[in-house]
């Protein structure tokens, strides 16, 4: 199972939207490098939800339901539907992410912009590390 980073604007979708909808196509991503991270899903990965803009923080996990496919709206994009899973116990800020110094080679920290990402090992662990993340979900 991979884990894969996905940010929103909360006001635009928020993982509270994702929570009470419980699935949704993720669409709507044009950056090349971000689109291909889509194709790499697979049915079960994991997505850690991030909200851009003023919150800047991990707030969730979801799931991804179903394999990519090319975007109807656009045909150099994929999507992805993706299940909610649950929040996480307390938000990830970005700040703290940096405070780290732990992530400095990481897509989050070096390339801002980019929607979609795969998530570092290391990070996964460290938030296990936290409290935040659960092995046993990764059996479910």
Do not use: C
């Not at 539907?81 to 897509?107: H, M, N, T, Y």
């Amino acid at each position: 199972m991979a884990y894969f980073l996905v940010k929103t604007e909360p006001a635009d979708y928020s993982l509270e939207d994702l929570a009470r909808e419980q699935r949704t196509v993720w669409d709507g991503v044009r950056n090349p490098q971000a689109v291909r991270f889509i194709a790499q899903m697979r049915p079960g990965d994991r997505l850690l939800i991030y909200h851009s803009g003023a919150q800047a923080a991990l707030v969730g996990l979801a799931r991804v339901v179903s394999w990519p496919r090319p975007d109807p709206a656009d045909s150099r994009s994929q999507v992805v539907e993706i299940g909610f899973v649950r929040p996480l116990a307390r938000p990830v800020s970005l700040r703290e992410i940096k405070e780290s110094q732990l992530f400095a080679d990481w897509s989050l920290v070096r390339q801002p912009r980019l929607s979609v990402m795969a998530v570092p090992e290391r990070f996964l662990h460290w938030l296990r590390g936290q409290g935040l993340l659960d092995p046993e979900e990764e059996e479910e």
